[in-house]
T-cell receptor, first 112, second 112 residues
Framework: KQEVTQIPAALSVPEGENLVLNCSFT??????LQWFRQDPGKGLTSLLL?????REQTSGRLNASLDKSSGRSTLYIAASQPGDSATYLC???????????FGTGTRLTIIP | NAGVMQNPRHLVRRRGQEARLRCSPM?????VYWYRQLPEEGLKFMVY????????ESGMPKERFSAEFPKEGPSILRIQQVVRGDSAAYFC??????????FGPGTRLLVL
C-alpha cells in the first residue's frame, strides 16, 4: 500500500528566502507525481506534474525534482513571497490506477 | 474554459437526510475523481469514474455512499442517511488520461 509522507508538517520562512519542501513515498512504482497548493477553505491548485520518466519540472519560481529509486521528491521555491503562504501537498499515482495518494501536506508561512 | 465546477459549495444536512454533491468536469475531460478531506486529515481517494462507468471505488464506504457519472450531466456523489462523521470537504477532480488532475473548489458538508 502506497504511503506518502511530507516533512515538516509546518514551516515558517522569512520573505525572500529560498526553501525546499520534501515528499517521500514508499512504493517507487509510480506513474506520476503532482505538487498542489491549497489555501485555507479553498480547493487545490495544481503546481507541477512530473512523469515517472522525468527528473524535474520547472514553472516560474518553482522547481520540482523526482528521484524514483529513493522514493523522494522535492519542491524548491525561490525568492519566497507572502503570497506563497499555503499548504503544499504532494500526491502520487500508480501505473494502471489513476487515483492519487496524498501526503498530509506542509503548511508554509512566509513572514513579511 | 471554465474549470471544474462543484455545487453546492456549502451544504448543511441533519442526521438521516440525504446529501447530493455535483461535479461538472472541465470541458473535454472524461475522467472524474472524488476525494474527501476530513477535518485535520489529508485528502483520501473515494471513487474514479468515466462516463457511465465506475472504474475504481476502492475508497468508497461500503454503505450509504454512491457515485455516478451519466452520459449527460454532472457527476453526482450521493450520501444517504448522513451521520456527523460525514462532515468533511468533498473535492472533485477531472483529467484526461494519465494527465494532471484539476480540482474543483469543493463542497463543504456539515451534518448537524
Amino acid at each position: 500500500k502506497q504511503e506518502v509522507t511530507q516533512i515538516p508538517a509546518a514551516l515558517s520562512v522569512p520573505e525572500g528566502e529560498n526553501l525546499v519542501l520534501n515528499c517521500s513515498f514508499t512504493d517507487s512504482a509510480i506513474y506520476n507525481l503532482q505538487w498542489f497548493r491549497q489555501d485555507p477553505g479553498k480547493g487545490l491548485t495544481s503546481l507541477l506534474l512530473i512523469q515517472s520518466s522525468q527528473r524535474e519540472q520547472t514553472s516560474g519560481r518553482l522547481n520540482a525534482s523526482l528521484d524514483k529509486s529513493s522514493g523522494r521528491s522535492t519542491l524548491y521555491i525561490a525568492a519566497s513571497q507572502p503570497g506563497d503562504s499555503a499548504t503544499y501537498l504532494c500526491a502520487v499515482s500508480a501505473f494502471g490506477n489513476e487515483k492519487l495518494t496524498f501526503g498530509t501536506g506542509t503548511r508554509l508561512t512566509i513572514i513579511p | 474554459n471554465a474549470g471544474v465546477m462543484q455545487n453546492p459549495r456549502h451544504l448543511v444536512r441533519r442526521r438521516g437526510q440525504e446529501a447530493r454533491l455535483r461535479c461538472s468536469p472541465m470541458k473535454g475531460h472524461s475522467h472524474v475523481y472524488w476525494y474527501r478531506q476530513l477535518p485535520e486529515e489529508g485528502l483520501k481517494f473515494m471513487v474514479y469514474l468515466q462516463k457511465e462507468n465506475i472504474i475504481d471505488e476502492s475508497g468508497m464506504p461500503k454503505e450509504r455512499f454512491s457515485a455516478e457519472f451519466p452520459k449527460e450531466g454532472p457527476s453526482i456523489l450521493r450520501i444517504q442517511q448522513v451521520v456527523r462523521g460525514d462532515s468533511a470537504a468533498y473535492f472533485c477532480a477531472s483529467s484526461t488520461t494519465g494527465e494532471t488532475q484539476y480540482f474543483g473548489p469543493g463542497t463543504r458538508l456539515l451534518v448537524l
